[in-house]
């Protein structure tokens, strides 16, 4: 159950050399993991896996945990986690966050606001490596404990939901919905690690 450390840094800085070997090696880490990966962007420096339960104390044979006491909240709820990496120019100018931001959608390839992004694979100076791994726990609407039944819990269904119209079966019963609840920083300064350790780094938590 102790698999998960907090010894690890809470981010990389690498040179432009290292770039593309930290870039595969958090991948790999992903994918060890065992986590899908759906966006791999190698020029914007993202990775993006797909979520996946949370083991508990019923799953002995995972190892994504801190401790018992993260696989016993794991148990008593349905929770599942997804992880984003971000590599960026250490020097990169952030947008400042206004009251009444304009949103102006993606840029086109190509246009002004494109060629005046960084691309990872031409950045020269140094590197950073962000890793964001977020938990997110299950939730049905009017789910309630029931100690007098037999699942020890009870759900109340709402019979003005509608369904969508090309729903497969008239159950009226919601499927899970999920709630953000934090994010798990020792897996963070693990995959964090992990990387470093495939670099050869000497790194302080």
């Given at each position: 159950?102790g698999?998960?450390?907090?010894?690890?840094?809470?981010?990389?800085?690498i040179?432009?050399?290292?770039?593309?070997?930290?870039?595969?090696?958090a991948?790999r880490?992903?994918?060890?993991?065992?986590?899908?990966?759906?966006v791999?962007?190698?020029s914007?420096?993202?990775?993006?896996?797909?979520?996946?339960?949370?083991?508990g104390?019923?799953?002995?044979?995972?190892?994504d945990n801190?401790g018992?006491s993260?696989a016993?909240?794991?148990?008593?709820?349905?929770?599942?986690?997804?992880?984003?990496v971000?590599?960026?120019?250490?020097d990169?100018?952030?947008?400042a966050?206004?009251a009444?931001?304009?949103l102006?959608?993606?840029a086109i390839?190509?246009?002004?606001?494109?060629?005046a992004?960084?691309d990872?694979?031409t950045?020269t100076?140094?590197?950073?490596?962000?890793v964001?791994?977020?938990?997110e726990?299950s939730?049905?609407?009017?789910?309630?404990?029931?100690?007098y039944?037999?699942?020890?819990?009870s759900?109340?269904?709402n019979?003005?939901n509608a369904?969508?119209?090309?729903?497969?079966d008239?159950?009226i019963r919601?499927?899970?919905?999920w709630?953000?609840?934090?994010?798990?920083?020792?897996?963070e300064r693990?995959?964090?690690l992990?990387v470093?350790?495939?670099l050869?780094?000497?790194v302080?938590?």
């Amino acid at each position: 159950m102790g698999a998960l450390t907090s010894e690890g840094p809470e981010k990389l800085t690498i040179t432009p050399a290292q770039y593309r070997d930290a870039f595969d090696a958090a991948t790999r880490a992903m994918r060890e993991m065992g986590y899908k990966i759906v966006v791999v962007d190698r020029s914007n420096g993202i990775i993006e896996t797909d979520t996946r339960h949370a083991g508990g104390l019923l799953e002995p044979w995972r190892f994504d945990n801190d401790g018992p006491s993260e696989a016993l909240a794991n148990t008593g709820s349905n929770r599942r986690r997804r992880i984003r990496v971000e590599f960026t120019p250490a020097d990169a100018p952030m947008d400042a966050v206004t009251a009444d931001p304009v949103l102006h959608g993606p840029a086109i390839p190509g246009s002004s606001r494109a060629q005046a992004r960084f691309d990872m694979q031409t950045c020269t100076g140094p590197i950073e490596m962000d890793v964001w791994v977020y938990i997110e726990r299950s939730f049905i609407e009017g789910s309630k404990p029931a100690p007098y039944s037999g699942s020890l819990s009870s759900v109340w269904t709402n019979r003005l939901n509608a369904k969508p119209a090309d729903a497969t079966d008239d159950s009226i019963r919601e499927n899970p919905q999920w709630t953000p609840m934090g994010r798990d920083d020792d897996y963070e300064r693990t995959l964090a690690l992990r990387v470093s350790q495939s670099l050869n780094m000497a790194v302080a938590p």
